[in-house]
């Protein structure tokens, strides 16, 4: 059972959408951490959100925490095809735990 | 700064025997932490090695077990192979618990 629930598990948009990833737990974290992985390739760390309620914007994407710290959402402003890829939120407590992905598909 | 350097990148190995792979952090940071990662399991958590010392552990049989040198270099290594080991097997190293930084991963094949 994955401590950290994703949604929805694919997610295939044409260019120019939008699309939204949600993180849900029951579990409170410190932080939590939004990755983008390629394959064949490790991990990339988008953002990092730390005080419930906090929201930043990096360029199109939107990251949320929920005001409780449970749970996170990332939303794509008009999708491109190179943000095609598998979308990983992780939660930090005295480890980090990972949910179980969004893939992520733009048709161009 | 150069990243997270995994070796080898892939690695194919027949049941049974046993196997090491090495991370090398982003210089200065002290934490690695290995991961396993499977389709059908996703990102799960082996171990957090800080300082050289083990600082966290998750839910693998003892086969898989790692260290950390003193230059914040890591080994893991998993002896008696068995079909379900094959993965991809990521490193990452941070500097705070505020982001990680993983490696390329090593792709290992059980045959």
């Known amino acids: 059972t994955q401590l950290l629930e994703q949604s929805p598990q694919f997610l295939s948009i044409q260019e120019g959408e939008n699309l939204t990833v949600y993180c849900n737990s029951s579990s409170v974290f410190s932080s939590l951490q939004w990755y983008r992985q390629e394959p064949g390739e490790g991990p990339v760390l988008l953002v990092t959100v730390v005080t419930g309620g906090e929201v930043k914007k990096l360029k199109r994407l939107t990251f949320q925490f929920g005001d409780a710290r449970k749970d996170s959402s990332l939303h794509i402003t008009a999708a491109q095809p190179g943000d095609t890829g598998l979308y990983l939120c992780?939660?930090?407590?005295?480890?980090?735990?990972f949910g179980a992905g969004t893939t992520v598909t733009v048709r161009a | 700064k150069a990243g997270v350097t995994q070796t080898p990148r892939y690695l194919i190995k027949t049941r049974g025997q046993q196997v090491t792979l090495s991370c090398s952090p982003i210089s200065g940071h002290r934490s690695v932490s290995w991961y396993q990662q499977t389709p059908g399991q996703g990102l799960q958590f082996l171990f957090e090695y800080f300082s050289e010392t083990q600082r966290n552990k998750g839910n693998f049989p003892g086969r898989f077990s790692g260290r950390q040198f003193s230059n914040s270099r890591s080994e893991m290594n998993v002896s008696t192979l068995e079909l379900g080991d094959s993965a991809l097997y990521l490193c990452?190293?941070?500097?705070?618990?505020?982001?990680?930084?993983f490696g390329s991963g090593t792709r290992l094949t059980v045959v």
């Open positions: 990452a190293s941070s500097g705070s618990n505020y982001g990680y930084t």
């Open positions: 992780a939660g930090a407590q005295n480890k980090l735990s």
